[in-house]
């Protein structure tokens, strides 16, 4: 159930509607309140305040029906602004980014801004009456609030320009991909769930014999991403059945209606019941989430760096920053113990075996596509040497072995790449103080 409300929220957060929603409802309870205050101390309020307002119903109508129309103009606007620079990121950066634009708070809180604003006038406007028929009354509290409505759509307004050309300069978007991979990684690693094999001393002994003869399979309903695993919820089932589960796809992999998404052991332990249970721990969707996937994070910056390295673009010094991004991740995710892909309970028995990220291939997928890219470009690549350095003391012992080799494959290909001597030469330099370097620590 959590993870569904998680999921629910992730959802909601990456929607253009929520937010002006809930403040357009908002906007509507502030109008009951007020529009309440004027009918019970409207007329003492005026008293005091007679030099803010003039009786004239007329007035007040003319003033918030200006507000209303200014306001639905300036909407427009603002949505059309907001989809040209969605198109524009798409193409310079790559439709990966567009998520990260969709769940940018402050471009949803400046249409709920004015949606808010349009409302309320609107409903103000209604309650204006002046004639016989109808009888007298000006909400002048109600009023009051609205020019603070105004106002304050005004400032959003300012902030909202000021917030768009910031939000699609290339250093903004990287350093909002690299703090969500960060809060990701601190999330994901390690996983508290059962306790590793490596954490109890105990050696990973291998399936039961008939594992594979003596077991149901689990298949997926839906096809999509896969967004959530509650990985806490199966342990507890494995627990609970006393059962043996073999975890076929993690966050962010591609799944099939009919396909496999765990193995059930024994046999005679897989309900109808446990296996829905299972499957209720799985959100699949249309589309990848940074929740739980530390790879769709770095796959958009792979994504910007290879688009920048590109003939069509030519900058190496985007390319550069998100590699130094890259490395700001891999050194957090390298200098953490990651989780081991069994799980075992209190009592040392096997529960679970699921697939982790490990550090190398985080590592071959940040750095795979940009080798090939920054093979002809000497400034990349030596940035990136000098990065393998950074990361080399950063990481864990353990995770250092895959560095090294990868750094030499790095500069042969390069290497076979350049002509002048001079090119050759300092990446010969670069290459071999990061080997000294790598070989050192």
Avoid at 290 to 300: N, R
Avoid at 395 to 417: F, K, M, N
Wanted: hydrophobic fraction near 45%; proline fraction near 3%; aromatic fraction near 12%.
């Amino acid at each position: 159930m959590k993870n569904r409300l998680y999921a629910a929220w992730d959802t909601l957060r990456a929607s253009y509607w929520f937010i002006p929603t809930l403040m357009a409802v908002t906007a509507f309870a502030v109008f009951l309140v007020t529009v309440n205050l004027d009918v019970r101390y409207g007329a003492e309020f005026t008293r005091y305040t007679s030099w803010l307002f003039q009786n004239v119903p007329d007035s007040a109508r003319l003033i918030f029906s200006t507000i209303a129309s200014a306001v639905m103009t300036v909407i427009g606007v603002v949505f059309s602004l907001t989809m040209v620079v969605l198109t524009l990121t798409s193409q310079q950066y790559g439709p990966l980014i567009v998520t990260n634009f969709m769940r940018d708070r402050g471009n949803q809180f400046t249409l709920g801004t004015f949606t808010a604003t349009f409302i309320y006038s609107l409903l103000i406007l209604r309650t204006i009456r002046g004639s016989v028929t109808e009888g007298f009354f000006i909400p002048h509290i109600s009023s009051l609030v609205g020019f603070g409505f105004a106002l304050a759509s005004l400032a959003i307004l300012i902030y909202f320009i000021h917030h768009v050309s910031m939000s699609i300069q290339s250093t903004e978007i990287l350093a909002n991909i690299s703090d969500t991979l960060l809060a990701t990684i601190e999330d994901v690693f390690p996983q508290a769930v059962g306790t590793s094999a490596s954490r109890l001393h105990i050696p990973e002994s291998d399936l039961p014999a008939n594992f594979r003869d003596q077991s149901q399979l689990v298949r997926s309903s839906y096809t999509g991403y896969v967004d959530y695993v509650d990985t806490e919820a199966l342990f507890d089932l494995t627990e609970k059945h006393d059962i043996l589960l073999e975890l076929r796809y993690r966050p962010g992999q591609f799944v099939n209606a009919g396909s496999v998404l765990g193995v059930v052991y024994p046999l005679e332990r897989a309900t109808e019941e446990l296996t829905a249970a299972i499957q209720a721990t799985y959100i699949v969707g249309n589309r990848r989430t940074p929740a739980q996937d530390v790879e769709f994070l770095i796959d958009q910056l792979v994504s910007i760096a290879t688009r920048a390295m590109s003939p069509a673009v030519n900058d190496p010094y985007t390319a550069q920053m998100c590699l130094d991004r890259l490395g700001e991740g891999l050194c957090k995710l390298g200098n953490r113990p990651l989780p081991s892909a069994r799980r075992y309970d209190a009592a040392g028995n096997l529960r679970m075996v699921m697939g982790v990220v490990s550090f190398e291939n985080a590592f071959y997928r940040a750095f795979d596509e940009i080798r090939h890219y920054a093979a002809h470009d000497l400034a990349v690549v030596m940035h990136l040497l000098n990065l393998f350095t950074v990361i080399g003391e950063c990481v864990l012992e353990e995770h250092r072995a895959v560095i090294l080799p990868y750094t030499e494959a790095v500069w042969r290909e390069c290497r076979a790449s350049l002509k002048e001597d001079i090119d050759l030469r300092r990446l010969d330099a670069a290459y071999y103080h990061t080997k000294h370097a790598l070989k050192a620590d």
